[in-house]
């Protein structure tokens, strides 16, 4: 069984940054890919931005350039650096692991909440 625990999120004001953190339970190399998805309320879950074993990345058109997401083999951890924060980012974010077609992981979302 796979474990994702994310961390990192809080209350901050726009502008600011934030860097979320997912730690694995095995080797970030044993998946297909990594990412971070968000839900906000009343809307539903959407990808911000996914990472290859190849280290190939994609992001939402609404965080390219401000967000990046990375990973280190060595921690088992993959990382979300959340920069100039807007209200509209305020979500619940969820680390998501695909090991193969039918196994697809979530952590348990980390909150975000950007406001003045």
């Known amino acids: 069984q796979v474990q994702l625990v994310e961390s990192g999120g809080g209350l901050v004001q726009p502008g600011e940054s934030l860097r979320l953190s997912c730690a694995a339970s095995?080797?970030?190399?044993?998946?297909?890919?990594m990412g971070w998805y968000r839900q906000a309320p009343g809307k539903e879950r959407e990808l911000v931005a996914t990472i290859t074993r190849g280290g190939s990345t994609n992001y939402a058109t609404s965080v390219k350039g401000r967000f990046t997401i990375s990973g280190d083999n060595a921690k088992n951890t993959v990382y979300l650096q959340m920069n100039s924060l807007r209200p509209e980012d305020t979500a619940v974010y969820y680390c998501n692991a695909v090991l193969s077609v039918k196994a697809n992981y979530w952590g348990q979302g980390t909150q975000v909440t950007v406001s003045s």
């Open positions: 095995r080797s970030i190399f044993s998946f297909y890919t």
